[in-house]
């Protein structure tokens, strides 16, 4: 089992940035997939969550309306696209996959918003 996110970096703020966590050794469509991220000296936090099928989603509101999460079952790819960054996105992302048997993990992709 592999999730393997990529698109992190160094970004001004206002900018743009998409994450992508590519998955591997599982079925993907069975599982509902998370965007989590953790900021230094504060917890990991949910961001963003996918159902299976991708009709239903849910944002915390600290970023509401400036991100967004997809799928692509037929890529085993989760998105995430990132708008009007802020200095207070800066943290190491992670994807998650999980239902109601297992749950897994990346290992995070470093997004810095600064000037």
């Known amino acids: 089992v592999r999730l393997v996110e990529s698109g992190g970096g160094l970004v001004q703020p206002g900018g743009s940035l998409r994450l992508s966590c590519a998955a591997s050794g599982f079925t993907f469509s069975n599982y509902a997939m998370n965007w989590y991220r953790q900021a230094p000296g504060k917890e990991r936090e949910l961001v963003a969550a996918?159902?299976?099928?991708?009709?239903?989603?849910h944002y915390a509101d600290s970023v509401k309306v400036r991100f967004t999460i997809s799928r692509d079952n037929a890529k085993n790819t989760v998105y995430l696209q990132m708008n009007s960054l802020k200095s207070e996105d800066t943290a190491v992302y992670y994807c998650?996959?999980?239902?109601?048997?297992?749950?897994?993990w990346g290992q995070g992709t470093q997004v810095t918003v600064s000037t």
């Open positions: 996918m159902s299976s099928t991708g009709g239903s989603t």
């Open positions: 998650r996959a999980r239902n109601y048997d297992y749950d897994y």
